[in-house]
């Protein structure tokens, strides 16, 4: 390569960033004149609300009783001699339980 290539591409590379950083710049500028306009244009705006929205309540609402829970509350001793049943049966295991055995 000559000594006049190497120049050229000097030059070339040079104003190829040149013209790389002239963007980049017009870019950011652009950016931060619509960004600041925005921001403008949002702090004006936060002047008419107040600084806090008032909480809302929910609506209070009486607690249904659960049997379920209230049953489960019983102590097991208590359920075995009250004759509380604590498993369920399915309706035939219910009729085998007390069909009478057959005879012989």
């Not at 000559?2 to 790389?20: C, F, G, I, P, R």
């Not at 107040?50 to 049997?67: F, T």
Request: no cysteine; hydrophobic share 35%.
């Amino acid at each position: 390569m000559e000594l006049d290539e190497l120049k050229k591409m000097k030059e070339t590379l040079h104003s190829a960033v040149q013209d790389v950083s002239k963007s980049i710049q017009t870019n950011v500028s652009e950016f931060e004149k619509s960004w600041q306009e925005v921001t403008d244009v949002a702090t004006q705006g936060v002047g008419a609300y107040p600084a806090s929205l008032p909480e809302v309540m929910p609506a209070y609402h009486h607690p249904k009783k659960n049997w379920r829970l209230k049953q489960g509350a019983l102590p097991t001793w208590y359920k075995a001699r009250a004759g509380v049943r604590t498993r369920a049966l399915s309706g035939a295991a219910r009729v085998a339980r007390f069909r009478p055995s057959k005879l012989n």
